[in-house]
């Protein structure tokens, strides 16, 4: 199946992850922002299990 360039309007494939003409990226935008997220929530995640864990060792000192 063909679908158009969102930067060229060149006719590509479904498949291709690029634009063969222009070579514009074909990932959809709301997986990058998942993604980015992903990579927000991942690194909130483990910063607070780092100071718990350092909060909990240290009643030990």
Known sequence: MLISCKECNAQISTKAKTCPSCGADRTPIEWKVFVAGMDIFLG??????FLMALFYFMRFL
């Not at 909130?44 to 299990?49: A, S």
Request: charged fraction near 0%; hydrophobic fraction near 85%; glycine fraction near 16%.
């Open 44 to 49: 909130l995640f483990f910063g607070v299990l």
